[in-house]
């Protein structure tokens, strides 16, 4: 029976990836974490559960976040952004003897946490970052994927949308841009604008180099045609050249509406050219986007059909042959992001819990999580309901994910 630690477990995504790791019953206690206690202590209580206890954190006190740790045999860090919080917490679990998995989607703390590897091999725990949706899911597909293929040369991940119904300016009031404000909250609009204000590393013929992110980009496959997504700073194209032998090539892409792209673009700009610290583009984020946002058709538009999810594809030889073969997942929980989110952490924490995973180091999602094991466990909370879905119950990763196979 464990100990879990859920730092941010009162946050988007911490509520979600509490919920789920409290299924497990090998679970002895679980500890929110939280640097609003009135708020984790009401999230506690509506849970009526009396393995649950509560504390207030600071995660950046290191003397209180090692006490808190060493009470728990897994940490489940959900708080963000991670270009700020990734490194100490991590630091703080090797040095607390504590196996550990996070959700940082933020590509130069992966770089950092990569060379804490020899520690927390030294220290005989596990820490696996970047379990979430992208980074994470589309991890634990690119591995699956890379497996079907005699050689890989190539992996390409991308999430996000295209396609679908443009809303009229109408719906656009400074009401709604604070409403999503709130629901998003800053580490996500940060998480957004750091990806955009620095140049982001590719693996590109079998070496790194950096390029200017929300430029440039490459065409995406789906299942109803393509869309042309855009390079941004995620930590896939870091990792998966470390854990997947003998690629020569990785990118992540996202597809986003043009008005996000734009202020992205624009308060990115303006963060790398320092005329604006990262903490103010944060805030002129919201009233930019709106300016955008009420420059659109007073009536809705129709962009073709609606491209949208976590895609994968994999470039390489099977069976002599040059192909390119293409997936993604054929559902989703409820609540998009975050229950996508907050489901996967959870499920690693609980393999975690489980001792199912062996592996000391520090890892991302395809070097230690067993993609098969994962999708049986992680369609039980595919939200079946949903007509865009609509599909029976999978019972394996294969049956799970749509595929696109194209010879090259």
């Not at 100990?3 to 990836?17: E, I, V, Y």
């Not at 634990?140 to 119904?165: F, H, K, M, S």
């Not at 995973?357 to 949903?386: H, M, S």
């Amino acid at each position: 029976m464990k100990k879990l630690l859920a730092l941010g477990g009162s946050g988007h995504m911490g509520q979600k990836a509490v919920q789920t790791v409290l299924e497990n019953r090998n679970l002895k206690q679980l500890i929110i974490a939280d640097n609003n206690l009135e708020k984790a202590t009401a999230f506690a209580s509506s849970l009526k559960d009396d393995r649950i206890q509560v504390a207030h954190i600071d995660v950046l006190n290191t003397d209180s976040l090692l006490e808190l740790m060493m009470k728990a045999d897994v940490v489940m860090n959900t708080v963000g952004p991670f270009y700020k919080f990734a490194v100490p917490v991590v630091k703080a679990a090797i040095q607390a003897g504590v196996n550990y998995v996070d959700i940082d989607d933020d590509y130069k703390p992966t770089q950092q946490v990569l060379e804490l590897d020899r520690e927390a091999r030294k220290a005989g725990v596990t820490i696996i970052q970047g379990m979430g949706a992208s980074p994470g899911i589309s991890n634990i597909i690119a591995r699956y994927a890379a497996e079907q293929l005699d050689e890989v040369d190539y992996i390409q991940t991308a999430w996000g949308i295209a396609g679908g119904i443009r809303r009229p300016r109408s719906v656009f009031t400074k009401e709604f841009i604070d409403l999503v404000k709130a629901e998003a909250g800053d580490a996500a609009i940060g998480h957004l604008i750091y990806c955009a204000s620095w140049k982001i590393p590719i693996f590109k013929d079998g070496k790194f180099t950096e390029v200017i992110p929300l430029q440039d980009g490459e065409d995406v496959v789906f299942p109803n045609g393509k869309a042309f997504f855009k390079y941004i700073g995620h930590p896939e194209p870091v990792t998966l050249p470390r854990f997947i032998k003998g690629i020569r090539g990785a990118c992540n892409l996202c597809g986003m509406e043009p008005e996000e792209f734009d202020t992205a673009l624009f308060l990115g700009k303006k963060v790398r050219d320092k005329e604006i610290s990262l903490e103010q583009a944060i805030e002129m984020f919201p009233d930019e986007i709106l300016k955008r946002l009420q420059q659109r058709s007073d009536h809705a538009e129709h962009l073709g059909p609606l491209k949208w999810g976590i895609i994968v594809s994999v470039s390489g030889l099977k069976n002599g042959r040059k192909v390119r073969y293409t997936f993604g997942p054929r559902g989703a929980p409820r609540g998009d992001m975050i229950g996508v989110t907050g489901i996967s952490v959870a499920l690693a924490a609980n393999m975690l819990i489980n001792n199912e995973i062996k592996e000391q180091g520090v890892y991302a999602p395809e070097g230690c999580v067993d993609p098969d094991l994962f999708f049986k466990r992680y369609v039980n909370y595919w939200d079946y309901d949903n007509k865009r879905y609509w599909i029976p119950k999978p019972t394996n990763i294969k049956q799970a994910l749509w595929k696109v196979a194209e010879k090259l």
